[in-house]
């Protein structure tokens, strides 16, 4: 499992299922909509050549990889988006899960 941060978002990687992808769509998405900071590596998406700090600063939140990994990939990847104020939001408009 591969967990970074961007300056808002959280994403995972399910590195498992990367050995099986044929594709590595994510590499390719990340290069072509944003800055190109995953680099594959033993078969896997990382960021381990940059830091955390400069996987912060380059990150651009496009969430092209996320998207390209559902499509093409093996859905290994889940993006965190928070958004400030959205729990309380759906709170008062009657629309917040019972979790
Ligand atoms: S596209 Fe998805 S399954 Fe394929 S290498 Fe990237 S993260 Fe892994």
Redesign the pocket.
């Known amino acids: 499992m591969l967990e970074f941060r961007e300056r808002t978002i959280k994403i995972s ?1 399910y ?1 498992s ?2 050995k099986e ?1 044929a ?5 390719d998405a990340c290069k072509k909509f944003a800055r190109g900071i995953l680099q594959l590596q033993d078969g ?2 990382s960021v381990a050549h940059l830091g955390e700090e400069e996987t912060k600063r380059r990150g651009t939140e496009c969430l092209a ?1 996320e998207y ?2 559902w499509f ?3 859905s ?2 889940k993006i965190d988006v928070p958004i400030e104020g959205l729990d309380a939001y759906l709170r008062k408009r009657g629309l917040a899960s019972n979790e």
């Open positions: 990687i590195t299922k990367c992808c594709t590595k769509a994510c590499i896997a998406p990889c390209e990994c093409r990939g093996k290994a990847i």
